[in-house]
C-alpha cells in the first residue's frame, strides 16, 4: 500500500510541477551519452561522447565492489525516427581494454507534439575476463518510454523487459523541471542548463540473486541470497514485483550549437534490498561531453 501512494504521489507532482521544459531524446537504456538536456532532433544526425562515471549503478543496484568506468558512444539517428547505437564500456583499474559492448536500435514515436515514446531493443556483450559488474547477469533488453511535455514540466513512464540469464521487468517513473540561464557564458551561441530529476524505480531483482551465484567470492561468506526463488534462501523472493529505488539527480550543462559538456550527481536511496548486497544511500557522479553532427 506504502508503495503504490508513492506511485500516485510522483504522478501528482509530476502534473504539478512548473517549468519551461524541452523535450528529451534518451532512448533505451543507453542515457549515458545523451545529457539530459539534449532536444529531440528530427533530422538524420550522428552523436559520438564519451562519459565517465564514478560506479555502475543498474536499475537501483550496485555491486559490492565499486566499479568506476569509462563509456565511448556513437548513436545514428534517421529522419524517420530509427536509430541504431554501439558503445564500449572500460571500467578503471581491471585489465581487459573493453569490458563490455552495447548494441541497439530502435524508433522514436512522435504522437503528437508534447507526447512522444521510443522502443528499443539492447544487446549487453560482456568480455569472459571482465570485471564481475552487476549488469553482468542480463544480456538483452526491450525498452518502450513514453514521455509527456506538460509544458510546465515533463514526465516519463519507461518499461523494460530484461531477459538472458536472468529475467527481470521494471516500471521507471521520473519527473523533471528544465531550466536555461537567460544569459551567455562566453559568447552569444552558448547557455547552461539544469534539469533536477527525482525518480522511482520499480520490479523484480532476479539479476541479483543471478550475480550472486556467479560471483559467490564478492560477497561476505555469513550472508546469502537466492537465484530465483532458489533452495539456499527460501526467505528472499527475488521475483517479487517491489519498489527498488528513489533518486534525485542534479545535471549541470555547457551547451553549445553542436556539442554539450555535462556534470550530474545523483543521490541513490535503494530500497528492498535483499541478501548479501547491502546497498546503501549513495552519490553519483557523471562527466558526459558528446557531439552532434548534423
Known amino acids: 500500500m506504502r508503495q503504490l501512494f508513492t506511485l500516485l504521489f510522483l504522478l501528482i507532482c509530476t502534473v504539478a510541477n512548473a517549468v519551461t521544459l524541452k523535450l528529451t531524446y534518451s532512448a533505451g537504456r543507453f542515457t549515458h551519452l545523451i545529457a539530459d538536456t539534449d532536444t529531440v532532433f528530427r533530422k538524420q544526425s550522428v552523436s559520438v561522447g564519451v562519459n565517465y562515471g564514478s560506479d555502475i549503478l543498474f536499475f537501483g543496484r550496485t ?5 568506476p568506468f569509462l563509456s565511448t558512444d556513437a548513436i545514428y539517428n534517421a529522419k524517420s525516427g530509427l536509430f ?43 568480455n569472459k575476463d571482465a570485471a564481475a559488474v552487476i549488469k553482468s ?105 517491489n519498489a527498488l529505488n528513489y533518486s534525485i539527480k542534479l545535471p549541470i550543462a555547457y551547451n553549445r550549437p553542436h556539442y554539450t559538456f555535462e556534470a550530474s550527481w545523483k543521490y541513490s536511496i535503494p530500497v528492498n534490498v535483499e541478501g548479501a548486497l547491502k546497498n546503501h544511500h549513495e552519490v553519483f557522479f557523471n562527466l558526459t561531453f558528446f557531439y552532434l553532427f548534423y
Do not use: C, M
Open 63 to 67: 555491486g559490492p565492489i565499486k566499479y
Open 84 to 126: 541504431v547505437y554501439a558503445s564500449g564500456f572500460k571500467v578503471l583499474g581491471y585489465k581487459p581494454l573493453i569490458d563490455e559492448i552495447d548494441l541497439g536500435a530502435g524508433y522514436l514515436f512522435n504522437y503528437s507534439k508534447k507526447f512522444t515514446g521510443t522502443i528499443s531493443y539492447n544487446r549487453f556483450i560482456f
Open 137 to 241: 547477469a542480463s544480456s538483452n533488453d526491450i525498452n518502450f518510454k513514453n514521455t509527456f511535455d506538460w509544458k510546465f514540466a515533463k514526465s516519463s513512464i519507461t518499461t523494460d523487459y530484461l531477459f538472458g540469464d536472468a529475467n527481470d521487468y521494471f516500471i521507471t517513473l521520473s519527473t523533471s523541471k528544465h531550466i536555461e540561464t537567460n544569459f551567455s557564458v562566453f559568447d552569444d551561441k552558448d547557455y547552461l542548463s539544469f534539469d533536477p530529476t527525482v525518480s522511482a524505480i520499480y520490479g523484480t531483482q532476479n539479476f541479483v540473486g543471478k550475480y550472486y551465484t556467479e560471483h559467490p567470492n564478492k560477497f561476505d561468506v555469513d550472508n546469502y541470497i537466492s537465484a530465483n526463488g532458489g533452495p539456499t534462501s527460501p526467505n528472499y523472493n527475488n521475483g517479487r514485483f
